[in-house]
């Protein structure tokens, strides 16, 4: 027997499978297998051919089809190679991210500069999310794809630029201009590929980004070593962003524009023009959208097809599905906003800071630390794929509510303890870290609609920002006056335990519902379309 892919990940799969003519000693009949595959992903077909060759490898039947490490739902070659290559992007918007907080505390030593310095310089950066919200504007109008790699390439030349600054002023404008683009780039990734990928695995293609997200920024940590050459060695850490380069620029021969943007530009350019009719219909009256339409059939993608229109009002009325229940509330941007200054007060300082409390407190060299930080990071960036698995089948508010409780009591501990309890602590409060990022990351992309995805995504973004800078800010100011980073954090605490009554009572569970269902897409695409017969009989 033969068998070839029809649908799925892999560029190629043919598996054949032999039974032999008799029975063996044990009463089975001998089975003989051959598999041949190619993974052909962008970047990452390294790293899956071992995996898939030790799963695929072994005739077991009645075993679990998708193995632990793989996505909650099958994906098609398209969202696959998609998702590859936004992960070899986010990683280079990890490395960019993750060079000033390894780097910071050296380039203030040689620069004479504290620590209310360093945590300036921090919450400087951390508003950067602020401006990246012009660059989401754009990535809902023009496209995300042009912004997500504009953006990208963008910061790796800003990135470069910091390795000749003179002053920490400087080091700072470099690093808020890298920061932004970083920003801009990132949610533009994660939005991309929540509407690409399946419903079944949204939280856990978010959770793949943060991990790659997490590689790219544990590379700075790797070349820590290099600042023991000299007072200036911190600035081979900037100079070596240039290696980046390339994979953007191969990146982007890899990655289409997503298929939900485009058809939405394709429908609302129909609607404007009022060229969209139903059959038999006039020209002012949308045709109802469905899987058999024109624009679904050409871009693959199932619109709702549950909307009509009372012509001639500009009205729009949905029937049925998410739209009946009205346009998206701002509710829903004030919760996630709330949550995301909750969590930020209390995790960006205490991530920001442990270079600093390692080497001032811990008394840790720069291999030392590059040691400890690259064990947690590893091992911790597990979280990311358990995290979002289970934020898939398990439900996103439980979930959340252990990775962010666990977190919280885990950073408090590793700046309690000391020696090998500490660095097991480090392990598990990076875990937890990584783990809640697609739980509470994927919510800012998911609840809105895609004509205001990015916007949405890039609010609650900036909102997390300015609870970085209060986090920042109040950690600098309380460690100053208490003498130590452990009191500060310990009242910073109280944001994630907030947070933690906020999953339990106020948010809602999206974990498997369609995008269209939870954004109430159709009430604004009838309120588009309502619009566009105001605009086509004014024009008549």
């Given at each position: 027997m033969s068998f070839s892919q029809v649908a799925g990940p892999l560029a190629s799969y043919h598996r054949t499978v032999e039974f032999a003519r008799r029975f063996g000693p044990d009463g089975l009949v001998p089975v003989r297998q051959e598999v041949h595959l190619r993974v052909g992903l962008p970047w990452w077909s390294w790293l899956f051919a071992p995996l898939l060759r030790a799963h695929l490898g072994r005739f077991a039947p009645g075993r679990a089809k998708m193995p632990w490490w793989g996505p909650p739902q099958r994906l098609d070659r398209r969202p696959a190679v998609m998702l590859a290559t936004l992960a070899a992007l986010v990683a280079v918007q990890g490395f960019v991210a993750g060079i000033l907080p390894a780097t910071l505390t050296y380039a203030a030593s040689q620069m004479r500069a504290g620590t209310f310095a360093q945590g300036a310089v921090f919450a400087a950066v951390e508003l950067s999310a602020l401006p990246a919200l012009a660059a989401l504007v754009l990535a809902d109008r023009r496209g995300r794809r042009s912004v997500l790699l504009s953006a990208t390439g963008a910061a790796v030349v800003m990135s470069e630029v910091g390795a000749v600054v003179p002053s920490v002023g400087w080091l700072a404008i470099t690093q808020v201009a890298a920061g932004a683009l970083v920003a801009a780039g990132g949610i533009a990734a994660i939005v991309l590929a929540v509407e690409e990928v399946p419903d079944g695995c949204r939280a856990w293609s978010v959770g793949v980004l943060g991990m790659a997200g997490g590689l790219g920024a544990g590379v700075p940590l790797a070349l820590l070593p290099l600042v023991d050459l000299g007072p200036g060695?911190?600035?081979?850490?900037?100079?070596?962003?240039?290696?980046?380069?390339?994979?953007?620029?191969?990146?982007?021969?890899?990655?289409?524009?997503?298929?939900?943007?485009?058809?939405?530009?394709?429908?609302?350019?129909?609607?404007?023009?009022?060229?969209?009719?139903?059959?038999?219909?006039?020209?002012?009256?949308?045709?109802?959208?469905?899987?058999?339409?024109?624009?679904?059939?050409?871009?693959?993608?199932?619109?709702?097809?549950?909307?009509?229109?009372?012509?001639?009002?500009?009205?729009?009325?949905?029937?049925?599905?998410?739209?009946?229940?009205?346009?998206?509330?701002?509710?829903?941007?004030?919760?996630?906003?709330?949550?995301?200054?909750?969590?930020?007060?209390?995790?960006?300082?205490?991530?920001?800071?442990?270079?600093?409390?390692?080497?001032?407190?811990?008394?840790?060299?720069?291999?030392?630390?590059?040691?400890?930080?690259?064990?947690?990071?590893?091992?911790?960036?597990?979280?990311?794929?358990?995290?979002?698995?289970?934020?898939?089948?398990?439900?996103?508010?439980?979930?959340?509510?252990?990775?962010?409780?666990?977190?919280t009591l885990f950073t408090l501990a590793a700046y309690l303890t000391h020696a090998w309890l500490m660095w097991a602590s480090a392990t598990a409060s990076q875990f937890f870290l990584y783990a809640a990022a697609p739980v509470l990351g994927v919510y800012g992309a998911e609840l809105f609609t895609t004509r205001a995805r990015a916007r949405s995504a890039g609010l609650v973004s900036a909102a997390s920002s300015v609870g970085a800078v209060a986090g920042l800010v109040s950690m600098g100011w309380l460690a100053s006056r208490m003498g130590s980073f452990v009191p500060a954090l310990a009242l910073l605490a109280a944001g994630p335990a907030v947070l933690v009554v906020l999953l339990l009572l106020a948010y809602p569970e999206s974990a498997g519902r369609s995008l269209d269902d939870l954004s109430t897409d159709l009430a604004d695409r009838a309120s588009l379309a309502g619009s566009a017969i105001v605009a086509a009989e004014r024009q008549h």
């Open positions: 060695g911190w600035r081979w850490l900037y100079a070596l962003s240039v290696c980046c380069l390339p994979v953007v620029i191969r990146s982007a021969r890899c990655l289409p524009e997503g298929r939900r943007w485009s058809v939405g530009r394709d429908l609302e350019a129909l609607l404007l023009a009022g060229h969209a009719t139903s059959d038999g219909g006039s020209p002012l009256e949308p045709r109802r959208e469905g899987p058999g339409s024109n624009v679904a059939a050409r871009e693959g993608v199932r619109l709702p097809d549950t909307y009509a229109l009372t012509a001639g009002r500009g009205e729009g009325r949905a029937i049925g599905g998410a739209g009946s229940r009205g346009a998206p509330g701002g509710h829903k941007l004030a919760l996630l906003c709330a949550g995301a200054v909750l969590f930020a007060i209390f995790a960006v300082p205490a991530g920001q800071f442990q270079t600093q409390f390692l080497r001032d407190y811990r008394h840790y060299s720069a291999l030392s630390i590059s040691l400890l930080e690259q064990l947690s990071g590893t091992l911790g960036g597990l979280g990311v794929l358990v995290g979002g698995r289970m934020a898939d089948t398990r439900g996103r508010r439980p979930v959340g509510v252990a990775c962010v409780g666990g977190a």
